[in-house]
């Protein structure tokens, strides 16, 4: 589901399901078999972004020798917006409309790493696209101009039109941003919530009364004084609102 405002939910498509087994982050991950499955995310004005954009997502290819889309918005004879995807010669690349042609085109020296979770990003910050692989910049391009608008959905493990370049494999995690998210190399890792837990309370007082997480980790904060929203991580299980600033707790797993 979309969990941003805009609530653009996304329908499964062909044996596309959700599975429990693998998964980088909270319950389960997106699992496709390379035959037809994908998610259709439905058109929409904020797709066509004016400016900077991230589009990333966490990749567990199951193999190398064909080429596996990530994310698409390509209908092939039309509407050819971008495709961020790993080649049949196992490496990670994109391909994005900006001024009428695929003017970005930035292919990963390096092999992609089959049957692990890898972390894959493209970055737009209104002068340089940068592709990155588990937050390592693997290549750049400087169009000139911002990305197409087009009229298509969008499809996750698969190339956009619903039957070309179809991924083998899971997906977790895909974020759609309309903004550049990084301006360098980054650790994928930092902020992301460790394990699957439950809250005796979903969010603490600031009166000092505590909420016990059942698992270690990193959970995300938020400052009432003064609306600040960050990362705390903790290293026992019991999280209490006396710290500075009396924050509020919310469990990401």
Do not use: C
Not at 3 to 32: P, Q, W
Not at 50 to 60: C, H, I, L, P, R
Not at 115 to 132: E, K, R
Request: avoid cysteine.
């Amino acid at each position: 589901n979309d969990e941003s405002a805009t609530a653009n939910n996304g329908t499964l498509n062909g044996n596309a399901a959700f599975d429990a087994s693998v998964k980088k982050l909270g319950s389960h991950s997106l699992t496709l078999d390379g035959a037809g499955d994908y998610v259709n995310l439905p058109d929409h004005a904020d797709y066509d972004v004016a400016g900077s954009y991230t589009w990333e997502a966490w990749v567990y290819r199951n193999a190398a020798g064909s080429d596996d889309v990530i994310l698409g918005r390509d209908q092939i004879s039309s509407n050819r917006i971008f495709i961020l995807y790993v080649t049949s010669a196992n490496k990670l690349s994109y391909l994005g409309r900006h001024g009428g042609a695929f003017n970005v085109n930035i292919t990963d020296a390096g092999d992609f790493s089959n049957t692990q979770w890898v972390h894959v990003a493209i970055n737009w910050d209104g002068t340089t696209a940068t592709l990155y692989k588990d937050g390592i910049s693997v290549g750049t391009s400087t169009p000139g101009s911002n990305l197409d608008a087009g009229t298509n959905p969008i499809q996750v493990g698969m190339q956009g039109d619903g039957s070309t370049n179809p991924m083998d494999g899971r997906i977790d995690e895909v974020r759609l941003s309309k903004t550049n998210r990084y301006t360098g190399n980054f650790n994928p890792d930092a902020g992301t919530p460790r394990g699957n837990g439950t809250w005796s309370s979903n969010v603490i007082d600031t009166a000092g009364a505590n909420a016990t997480w059942n698992r270690i980790g990193i959970v995300k904060t938020y400052t009432p004084a003064s609306g600040d929203i960050g990362w705390s991580i903790r290293t026992s299980d019991t999280l209490f609102a006396a710290d500075a600033g009396s924050p509020s707790y919310t469990a990401l797993g």
